[in-house]
């Protein structure tokens, strides 16, 4: 093996070991953090998961705009929540992006913008999110930021009931008392069809 091959090889090693030891403290204060949470130690969460948050730690934003978002341990917070939902959305956290697609159909935080809401929820849905799902076929039933569409309601309503989850369910059976038998078949095989997106 040459010098040049030898040192390289070298740096590599040495850079993808200081890589995953930088990584494993992090994850390590994310999860003391999430003990904390689950304990209802709120301010202790707090205190391990803002420094990893403001490092761009995407399960740390989200965290910490839920922090805001319930006002535990911070004062109860929209807008604060909702500039932490975006940092972990943007990186693509699901959980981050209904989150931030809620705010905007409700108006919390930000002016209510039902377009913004369908670009969150979407992103979030087709990663599989099935209450994301669920939103978006609200919107998709009621025509909130898109044009009114029951065959894309009862989709997304199937899709966000495939796990078992009832509210899901519900709403797809309440919608399909409206609709037409080939719109029904029609919806089915779309949600028979649908595959989930990566982030």
Request: net charge positive; aromatic share 14%.
């Given at each position: 093996m040459s010098d040049e091959r030898s040192i390289l090889l070298r740096f590599t090693i040495a850079l993808v070991l200081s890589i995953v030891g930088l990584a494993a403290p992090a994850w390590a204060d994310f999860n003391a953090g999430e003990k904390a949470y689950h304990?209802?130690?709120?301010?202790?969460?707090?205190?391990?998961?803002?420094?990893?948050?403001?490092?761009?730690?995407?399960?740390?934003q989200y965290s910490l705009g839920l922090l805001y978002a319930n006002g535990q341990s911070v004062a109860k917070?929209?807008?604060?929540?909702?500039?932490?939902?975006?940092?972990?959305?943007?990186?693509?956290?699901?959980?981050?992006?209904?989150?931030?697609?809620?705010?905007?159909?409700?108006?919390?935080?930000?002016?209510?913008?039902?377009?913004?809401a369908v670009y969150?929820?979407?992103l979030s849905a087709n990663q599989g999110n099935d209450l994301a799902q669920r939103q978006l076929g609200l919107l998709y039933e009621r025509g909130d930021g898109v044009q009114q569409d029951y065959v894309q309601a009862y989709m997304w309503y199937s899709l966000g009931a495939a796990n078992g989850a009832q509210r899901g369910a519900a709403l797809r059976d309440a919608l399909a008392q409206q609709m037409p038998l080939d719109q029904i078949a029609e919806a089915r095989k779309r949600a028979r069809e649908w595959k989930p997106k990566g982030k």
């Open positions: 304990r209802g130690d709120y301010a202790t969460a707090l205190r391990e998961w803002r420094p990893l948050a403001e490092q761009g730690h995407a399960a740390a917070d929209d807008v604060q929540a909702r500039q932490w939902y975006e940092k972990a959305a943007a990186q693509g956290r699901a959980d981050a992006q209904v989150n931030l697609g809620i705010l905007y159909d409700y108006g919390r935080g930000v002016p209510q913008d039902f377009k913004k969150w929820y979407r």
